[in-house]
């Protein structure tokens, strides 16, 4: 087993042995208090506590945490003027640093169709005397891309999703002359219109540009040879991947899809042969509902000689929203809503991976964000009618993300996207691009706070982790009106003599039963308690001795019942049922349920404890430190719409009560011993 910290260590060589009366039996750290008010929720007040059982058995990460970075003018070198005049982009150099910054392993890098010229190399169709293909608008945004990820010995995944325009039966394929005027219109032609409809041709188009790509040259359809400047090493063995299409651009379904996948997928393999070829990733992010057919072998069935090609990833992508882009108290239920809904369709999702002919392909999830309503309208200002707190919010969402389809086994999530913009026209950029979708500021290249998180989680966490979930219980307030059952509970820490009274409501009523009592580290919430692993057993039989039969009785757990786990925090709870019809009050908490904060627990390498905390709403809250060392936290103190360091840290107690302000993402890293 992992080394513990020093005090757990301790009664851990003790595990099989008794302290006083009550068992010790596993390593635990269960028990965090939280505190926050609401001022938007009136005066309520809530205590809660983060309980992670650290004997549970952990789930053993498997994900990357990263993103995709997509073509587009806000990332050129230059920019050119109305007048024709060029000058360089002024955030080029902090843009493409940001990103090398970050360290990401599988960046997937994505020119779309909105920027032609960017985007397909071979834009009009060949004759017998000559061809269209040209990649010098191509290369600026591709080179930096590689020089940012490749440079840094980290993998990529690479999709040129757009496919020519001339390989389908149109009249018109015109694209714009500028290469960074946006034109949502290229995309022509249904598949079933494809020219060639064996795929052949598409194929072939698709094998020259990774040939191009990593032998450094191809021969075209007449016999001509073109060279690139530079050559990759995109070979599977370095983690490489080349993902087919995007989101069913043409009007693919699941059937021309799986035809279209094994005939290109395998001219691109033999193209620059199989040590050379990079993994491939299917689906492109379109219907989830191509899962079952695409990944039925059976119906592989135009696989050159019958020899379905690798199908190493699926990608699924998923972006929230909410109803107002102004207004942030529609972020929470919107963005935290609609990310448990597709975490729920990700569990069905695995289920039918599992199952399938293909059990160990992996899941990509590449495009993982918030769209905001009417996000690409031209007349919005500068900041692109965004609130700051909303980059937090975003951000946010991305963690809550991570720490809950990182504990189901999901491979890869990519945080979408680099780089978005409103309309820029003193950059000549009259057109928005998804300015929602950003991580990074537009007017400077900077992080804002969703890229700050992706950073922070890249530093924390890595595949190989132990995960342990983790439960955050609240309490509030219940003297006012009685319940039956009702409970009583002390929260740590704990003094010795510290009571709580339990009362029936009406005077003629008494307690008739005890339906729980523990003192030390409990599970669940009042009406589904259930022990953990430090107990004590005369809990029970002590309520009662001191309460059945009365109307009224005070517990004092500490001194009377010992200290069941010596310097771990305890909690006292009793659930009791009185007679009558009105029930019973306390005058402690009893703790609840609380989903307005997540957290996830981490063993890092056997040695470094780490606790994940997300502050899902837009009130600030308060939360006790769960362990002693640093507090590493993006909130709209350390940055919003943009910043060179976002992260801020705090040196911690355990106990030491920090705010979590709105959206916050926090990971407490233990440096300290305990003791």
């Known amino acids: 087993?992992?080394?513990?910290?020093?005090?757990?260590?301790?009664?851990?060589?003790?595990?099989?042995?008794?302290?006083?009366?009550?068992?010790?039996?596993?390593?635990?750290?269960?028990?965090?208090?939280?505190?926050?008010?609401?001022?938007?929720?009136?005066?309520?007040?809530?205590?809660?506590?983060?309980?992670?059982?650290?004997?549970?058995?952990?789930?053993?990460?498997?994900?990357?945490?990263?993103?995709?970075?997509?073509?587009?003018?806000?990332?050129?070198?230059?920019?050119?003027?109305a007048n024709g005049t060029k000058f360089q982009n002024?955030?080029?150099?902090?843009?493409?640093?940001?990103?090398?910054?970050?360290?990401?392993?599988?960046?997937?890098?994505?020119?779309?169709?909105?920027?032609?010229?960017?985007s397909v190399a071979e834009l009009d169709a060949p004759?017998?005397?000559?061809?269209?293909?040209?990649?010098?608008?191509?290369?600026?945004?591709?080179?930096?891309?590689?020089?940012?990820?490749?440079?840094?010995?980290?993998?990529?995944?690479?999709?040129?999703?757009?496919?020519?325009?001339?390989?389908?039966?149109?009249?018109?394929?015109?694209?714009?002359?500028?290469?960074?005027?946006?034109?949502?219109?290229?995309?022509?032609?249904?598949?079933?219109?494809?020219?060639?409809?064996?795929?052949?041709?598409?194929?072939?188009?698709?094998?020259?540009?990774?040939?191009?790509?990593?032998?450094?040259?191809?021969?075209?359809?007449?016999?001509k040879t073109h060279t690139a400047p530079l050559r990759f090493d995109l070979s599977s063995s370095k983690g490489h991947v080349w993902e087919l299409f995007n989101e069913g651009e043409h009007g693919y379904t699941a059937e021309y899809y799986t035809h279209d996948y094994d005939v290109v997928v395998s001219a691109m393999i033999e193209a620059v042969g199989k040590q050379n070829a990079p993994k491939f990733m299917g689906i492109g992010g379109a219907s989830p509902s191509w899962i079952p057919f695409f990944l039925n072998k059976s119906n592989h069935v135009n696989a050159p000689n019958n020899v379905v090609p690798p199908i190493d990833y699926v990608s699924v992508h998923f972006y929230a929203s909410c109803s107002s882009r102004t207004d942030p108290t529609t972020y929470s239920s919107g963005f935290f809503g609609r990310a448990d809904s597709f975490i729920s369709e990700m569990g069905n999702l695995i289920k039918e991976r599992d199952a399938s002919d293909f059990p160990t392909t992996k899941f990509d999830l590449d495009e993982l964000g918030v769209i905001m309503p009417d996000d690409?309208?031209?007349?919005?200002?500068?900041?692109?009618?965004?609130?700051?707190?909303?980059?937090?919010?975003?951000?946010?969402m991305y963690a809550y993300l991570f720490g809950n389809l990182a504990q189901m086994g999901v491979e890869t999530l990519g945080h979408s996207q680099l780089a978005g913009s409103p309309s820029l026209p003193q950059w000549n950029i009259p057109l928005p691009q998804y300015p929602s979708v950003s991580l990074l500021d537009w007017r400077t290249g900077f992080g804002n706070a969703r890229y700050w998180v992706l950073k922070l989680l890249i530093d924390q966490f890595q595949p190989g982790d132990q995960l342990f979930k983790a439960s955050v219980l609240g309490t509030n307030n219940n003297n006012s009106?009685?319940?039956?059952?009702?409970?009583?509970?002390?929260?740590?820490?704990?003094?010795?003599?510290?009571?709580?009274?339990?009362?029936?409501?009406?005077?003629?009523?008494?307690?008739?039963?005890?339906?729980?009592?523990?003192?030390?580290?409990?599970?669940?919430?009042?009406?589904?308690?259930?022990?953990?692993?430090?107990?004590?057993?005369?809990?029970l039989s002590y309520v009662q001795k001191l309460c059945l039969?009365?109307?009224?009785?005070?517990?004092?757990?500490?001194?009377?019942?010992?200290?069941?786990?010596?310097?771990?925090?305890?909690?006292?709870?009793?659930?009791?049922?009185?007679s009558g019809t009105k029930g019973g009050t306390s005058s402690g908490k009893a703790p609840q349920q609380i989903s307005s904060i997540y957290a996830m627990g981490a063993l890092q390498?056997?040695?470094?404890?780490?606790?994940?905390?997300?502050?899902?709403?837009?009130?600030?809250?308060?939360?006790?430190?769960?362990?002693?060392?640093v507090l590493y936290v993006v909130d709209p103190e350390s940055v919003s719409f943009g910043s060179n360091a976002g992260i801020r840290n705090i040196s911690v107690e355990v106990g030491d009560m920090i705010t979590l302000n709105s959206f916050a993402v926090g990971v407490f890293v233990e440096t300290d011993n305990y003791n």
């Open 1 to 81: 087993m992992a080394p513990l910290p020093s005090a757990i260590a301790l009664l851990f060589s003790l595990f099989a042995g008794v302290l006083g009366k009550c068992i010790w039996p596993c390593d635990q750290r269960e028990l965090y208090n939280l505190e926050w008010d609401k001022p938007s929720l009136g005066s309520t007040s809530t205590t809660a506590s983060i309980y992670i059982d650290w004997g549970q058995t952990p789930v053993i990460s498997k994900t990357t945490t990263t993103l995709q970075v997509v073509s587009n003018p806000i990332l050129d070198r230059e920019f050119t003027a």
């Open 90 to 118: 002024p955030i080029h150099d902090a843009a493409w640093k940001s990103l090398a910054d970050l360290n990401a392993d599988l960046v997937r890098y994505v020119p779309w169709f909105p920027y032609p010229k960017k």
């Open 127 to 223: 004759n017998s005397s000559e061809t269209s293909w040209n990649f010098l608008d191509i290369i600026p945004n591709f080179y930096d891309f590689m020089e940012a990820v490749y440079g840094k010995n980290k993998s990529t995944v690479i999709n040129f999703s757009t496919q020519p325009c001339w390989l389908f039966k149109n009249s018109n394929c015109s694209y714009p002359s500028n290469p960074d005027q946006s034109f949502f219109g290229y995309v022509r032609g249904k598949r079933s219109d494809l020219l060639d409809p064996t795929a052949k041709t598409l194929a072939k188009y698709y094998a020259r540009l990774l040939s191009w790509m990593i032998n450094g040259s191809f021969i075209d359809e007449n016999g």
């Open 376 to 396: 690409n309208n031209p007349n919005y200002p500068l900041n692109a009618s965004l609130p700051d707190v909303y980059w937090n919010a975003a951000g946010a």
């Open 481 to 539: 009106a009685g319940t039956n059952p009702f409970c009583g509970t002390l929260q740590p820490p704990n003094s010795p003599g510290e009571s709580v009274t339990l009362q029936c409501v009406e005077s003629n009523a008494t307690m008739i039963g005890v339906d729980f009592a523990d003192w030390g580290l409990i599970k669940g919430a009042c009406g589904d308690y259930s022990k953990g692993s430090c107990t004590c057993p005369d809990a």
């Open 549 to 578: 039969g009365n109307n009224s009785c005070t517990l004092i757990p500490y001194p009377t019942l010992g200290d069941p786990c010596q310097g771990i925090p305890k909690q006292f709870a009793a659930q009791v049922r009185c």
């Open 605 to 629: 390498g056997g040695t470094s404890w780490k606790v994940l905390v997300i502050n899902k709403e837009l009130d600030t809250q308060q939360v006790a430190a769960p362990i002693a060392g």
